[in-house]
């Protein structure tokens, strides 16, 4: 209890410290020069107010000393609340619309984009990226510039796992110091990590402190891995520029919000804002300053250029930010969208104009606050305030901002990497006009709906789950994603015929798009119907021959109905697109285990494993193929591997169990068994979980 006081105590006295220093504090003095590092440290999904210094309930000494030795900016936007957006904002200097990336799946930044390490490296500077997050991959554009993006690589999720195995924030930072240290001349170094998002689970002793506010707690072991990589940075040999930023909030339930991509609240979308400069016996620690002037994303790139004393690319919207008392600290209007929704949903458009601390909400049912009065967005002044409205909407209309395209199939492991961050790919039917129905505010209870049926699917209340979706399709039936993951939810519990009606009925309703077409190829696939997949596939792949998703779909279409030549060419015709696909190097070697050529398949499969190295469907394999060879205790680890990955591979639990049984290991086999009687479907392993309770039983 004392402890507790005191911390009480200590929390209430930087608050207060922090609240006293206002905008009072003398403005640091950077220099500009090219002669000086830079690093960029992106915290996804922190909240605008998180951190100590802000307010936050989270202990972050390390990035409130950090403030201290610069300037911390209060009213500071994202332009987008998802992540691969709003980093291609902050990496490029543009809106949305200008670089064309709207959401995490279906896009890519282009080549024809300027990045801030393509600006660095043409000035001779080494340029690396970590990153601590799928949405972040190389594949989606964002390497432009780096020597190197050290990415997640090929971490593989359950299908129906909608969970993620993250990459901690402490070994991102420890990747991230290995590369600075090895530098001889300047270096800009991007580092993201990943952890405040979502599930919450802070490691020890962070959980304990935490208990009843996980979120904060990641947001405290953020600041402790973030630790040693500034303690490097103030080493240094020369001055480091140090950029602090999220590429957006977490809603934490406001406004009926669980997470984050459907609102832009200011809860998701305003963000901390902190640059300093430290090292190389630069004074730190005594001029820190606090600025409320409204600042942006794009604003980022265009610092960093004038901190290098480099000129600004011409065209870039964005403007340097007011480092110094006297700089330009005029009133900076800031564009933002959310557009999952619309692209994923099919619901209305959102995007919005904030001008000094008034903000406008472009929907069906409009939105106007004055963020001065009322920063929690609890008034609405839409219907007072029609002069104010229309200025605003004549400045949003300014930006001559457009809806986006439709969004690009991703290929499988992507799309499911995606989805085990509660993201979709996927389009969803386009409107000419949205009313107040397809208003987000008057569907956000079918989100939560949504979040709900995942929950009693993964808890194993199948009927409940495929209830809940039935629900959600009854009041929007034109919502092609409630009608995909119902029948993910019937497949994995072994309803086939089901998942396959489910798919034919949305396309019925909502007119053919690829990704619910190349699903229900592969069902009809797996389930024996082979040529009729065939003739689906190729009929898709005739209008996008290129398309990954399909070529692999195909591919197992062919493997299905015995055309393994055909195969074969199918899966390397996507290695030759992606060479680090793990899905098709996954099939190439299940279609070797159907051939028999267990060298090849296991060739393919050690390939998939080091593109993914926790690939449960490769190691299930290199099992088989082990196996097959006369080594069974090989087998067995790899299956072992294998179930330990993924929960919902069966096969890979019931050959581990019956093969420790022929080991004689029958008490190592026990759990195993137990574990596959309890979980696989009896629909799809009714006569295999039979078998097996006979064998318990005995």
Do not use: C
């Not at 002044?381 to 409205?389: F, K, S, V």
């Not at 229900?520 to 009929?539: H, K, Q, V």
């Not at 190295?613 to 290199?622: C, D, E, I, K, N």
């Amino acid at each position: 209890m004392w402890w507790l006081l005191a911390a009480l105590v200590l929390a209430a006295s930087l608050a207060f410290f922090w609240l006293w220093r206002g905008d009072r504090a003398a403005f640091p003095t950077f220099v500009r020069t090219a002669d000086q590092n830079v690093l960029l440290i992106t915290i996804d999904t922190l909240r605008g107010d998180a951190l100590g210094s802000y307010g936050g309930r989270a202990a972050t000494p390390n990035l409130d000393r950090l403030a201290l030795d610069g300037v911390r900016f209060t009213f500071a936007h994202a332009h987008a609340v998802m992540t691969l957006p709003s980093h291609a904002s902050i990496l490029t200097g543009r809106y949305p619309f200008g670089h064309g990336v709207r959401d995490n799946a279906g896009f890519r930044l282009g080549d024809s984009a300027l990045t801030l390490a393509e600006l660095a490296k043409a000035k001779g500077f080494a340029t690396g990226a970590f990153v601590g997050a799928f949405p972040l991959d190389r594949q989606f554009g964002l390497a432009q510039g780096f020597d190197v993006y050290d990415d997640v690589g090929g971490r593989e999720v359950a299908q129906a796992d909608f969970k993620f195995t993250e990459r901690r924030a402490g070994e991102v930072v420890s990747a991230a110091r290995a590369w600075i240290e090895q530098q001889q001349k300047p270096w800009l170094a991007w580092v993201h990590v990943f952890d405040p998002h979502a599930p919450y689970a802070p490691p020890s002793p962070f959980d304990g402190d935490y208990a009843s506010d996980p979120y904060a707690g990641e947001v405290a072991y953020v600041d402790r891995a973030l630790g040693p990589l500034l303690d490097l940075a103030g080493r240094g040999s020369r001055p480091t520029a140090v950029i602090v930023t999220s590429d957006h909030g977490e809603a934490l339930g406001d406004h009926g919000e669980q997470t984050h991509g459907i609102f832009a609240y200011e809860s998701t979308l305003r963000v901390p804002l902190i640059v300093a400069q430290v090292g190389s016996g630069l004074t730190v620690g005594s001029n820190g300053a606090t600025s409320s002037v409204p600042v942006r994303h794009i604003d980022v790139l265009p610092t960093v250029a004038a901190l290098l004393a480099v000129d600004v690319p011409p065209g870039l919207p964005g403007s340097p930010l007011p480092l110094a008392r006297d700089a330009d600290a005029q009133p900076r209007a800031s564009y933002f969208e959310a557009m999952t929704p619309l692209i994923t949903r099919g619901w209305a458009p959102l995007w919005g104009v904030i001008v000094d601390r008034e903000k406008y909400i472009d929907l069906p049912i409009e939105e106007f606050y004055d963020l001065e009065a009322d920063p929690i967005e609890t008034k609405n002044l839409a219907g007072t305030e029609r002069d104010r409205l229309q200025r605003l909407t004549a400045r949003l209309n300014a930006f001559e901002a457009t809806l986006p395209g439709e969004p690009a199939a991703e290929n499988a492991a992507a799309r499911a990497r995606l989805r085990s961050l509660g993201y979709v790919s996927g389009a969803a039917p386009r409107k000419t006009q949205y009313g107040q129905e397809d208003d987000p505010k008057n569907l956000i209870d079918l989100e939560i709906m949504m979040s709900r049926g995942i929950e009693l699917h993964q808890s194993g209340r199948y009927k409940e789950a495929v209830d809940t979706y039935h629900q959600i399709l009854d009041r929007r039936p034109a919502m092609s994603l409630a009608y995909r993951r119902l029948a993910t939810i019937h497949w994995e519990h072994g309803a086939a015929a089901e998942a396959i009606s489910t798919l034919r009925r949305t396309i019925e309703r909502n007119g053919p798009d690829i990704e619910t077409e190349i699903r229900l190829a592969t069902f009809l696939a797996e389930t024996g119907a082979s040529e009729r997949a065939i003739e689906l596939l190729e009929r898709l792949l005739a209008a996008d021959p290129d398309t990954t998703e399909g070529l692999n779909a195909l591919g197992i279409a062919y493997a299905r109905a015995g055309r393994n030549a055909e195969a074969l060419l199918m899966l390397e015709r996507v290695l030759a697109i992606n060479p680090r696909d793990a899905f098709a190097l996954e099939n190439i070697g299940t279609v070797h285990l159907q051939r028999e050529d267990f060298a090849a398949a296991e060739q393919a499969f050690a390939r998939a494993v080091r593109a993914d190295p926790q690939s449960s469907r490769a190691h299930a394999g290199l099992g088989v193929a082990a196996l097959k060879t006369g080594r069974p205790d090989e087998a067995i680890e790899h299956w072992r591997r294998a179930a330990g990955f993924d929960r919902t591979n069966y096969d890979a639990l019931f050959n581990l169990g019956t093969e420790l049984v022929n080991a004689g290991r029958l008490e190592e086999a026990r759990p195993y068994l137990e574990q596959f009687v309890r979980t696989a479907p009896p629909r799809a392993y009714a006569r295999d979980i039979e078998r097996i309770r006979r064998l318990l039983a005995q």
